[in-house]
C-alpha cells in the first residue's frame, strides 16, 4: 500500500525562525498532493495543494512547499514562523492509481516560543 | 464554518449502545468520507463515498456501519464499540475523487 512519512514529530521553534517539514511518499506514479493544518481546538484545514504546473506552491499564511518529484518529496517551508503557527501539521497525498483516497502522513506538531 | 458539519461534538458511549454520527455538508461535493483519528497515529481512511455509492471500505470492523442517503449527508452507525474505538471521528467532503477535501470539526467519541 502507498504511504505518507513525515519526518518530524514535534518542531520547537523560536518566533521568526525558519521552518521546514519534511513529506516524503512512496512511489505511486501520479499523485496529487496537500498540506493540512489543525490549529488547537479547530478543524482540519487545508493550507496548500500541488496537482501539477509550477512545482514551487504557495498557500495561505506565507507558508510554501516544494515538489521534488525525483525525490517522492513534499517539504513545507515558511520563512519565518509567528507565535499563531503553533499547531499540528499533517502532508497528505492522493495516489491516482489508489482509486484518488487521501492518505495522511502521521503529523507533526508544530510548537513556536513566542 | 468549514461547509461540514458534524454532529454531535461529544459523545460518551457505553459498549453495549447504539448511537449514530452524523454529517452534513453545503458545498455540492460529490464525494464524503470517514476518518478515525487517534492520538499518535495518523489519520486512519475509513469509509468513501462517492455520488452516494460506497467506493472504498478499509478492512473496517463491522460495528463501523456507514450510510449515505443522499449526497449532502453521511452517517456512521456504532453499535457495540470497544474501548480502543474512542477516537476522533472526522467527516470530510471534496467536489470529486481527486482534489481536497473539507473537513468537518469532528465528533469526539469516548467509550466507556
Known amino acids: 500500500a502507498q504511504s505518507v512519512s513525515q519526518h518530524n514529530h514535534h518542531v520547537i521553534l523560536s518566533e521568526a525562525a525558519s521552518l521546514e517539514l519534511g513529506c516524503n511518499y512512496s512511489?505511486?506514479?501520479?499523485?496529487?498532493l496537500f498540506w493540512y493544518v489543525q490549529y488547537p481546538g479547530q478543524h482540519l484545514q487545508l493550507l496548500l495543494k500541488?496537482?501539477?504546473?509550477?512545482?514551487l506552491v504557495k498557500g495561505i499564511k506565507g507558508f510554501e512547499a516544494e515538489f521534488i518529484k525525483s525525490k517522492f518529496s513534499f517539504n513545507l517551508r515558511k520563512p519565518s514562523v509567528q507565535w499563531s503557527d503553533t499547531a499540528e501539521y499533517f502532508c497528505?497525498?492522493?495516489?491516482?492509481?489508489?482509486?484518488?483516497?487521501?492518505?495522511f502522513g502521521q503529523g507533526t506538531e508544530l510548537s513556536v516560543k513566542p | 464554518e468549514t461547509g461540514v458539519t458534524q454532529t454531535p461534538r461529544h459523545l460518551v458511549m457505553g459498549m453495549t449502545n447504539k448511537k449514530s454520527l452524523k454529517c452534513e455538508q453545503h458545498?455540492?461535493?460529490?464525494?464524503m468520507y470517514w476518518y478515525k483519528q487517534s492520538a499518535k497515529k495518523p489519520l486512519e481512511l475509513m469509509f468513501v463515498?462517492?455520488?452516494?455509492?460506497?467506493?472504498e471500505n478499509n478492512s473496517v470492523p463491522s460495528r463501523f456501519s456507514p450510510e449515505c442517503p443522499n449526497s449532502s449527508h453521511l452517517f456512521l452507525h456504532l453499535h457495540t464499540l470497544q474501548p480502543e474505538d474512542s477516537a476522533l471521528y472526522l467527516c470530510?467532503?471534496?467536489?470529486?475523487?481527486?482534489?481536497?477535501?473539507?473537513f468537518g470539526q469532528g465528533t469526539r467519541l469516548t467509550v466507556v
Open positions: 512511489y505511486g506514479g501520479t499523485v496529487n
Open positions: 500541488y496537482f501539477s504546473g509550477d512545482p
Open positions: 463515498y462517492s455520488l452516494e455509492e460506497r467506493v
Open positions: 497528505a497525498v492522493i495516489f491516482y492509481n489508489q482509486g484518488g483516497k487521501l492518505i
Open positions: 470530510a467532503s471534496s467536489k470529486e475523487m481527486n482534489t481536497e477535501a473539507f
Open positions: 458545498l455540492g461535493h460529490n464525494a
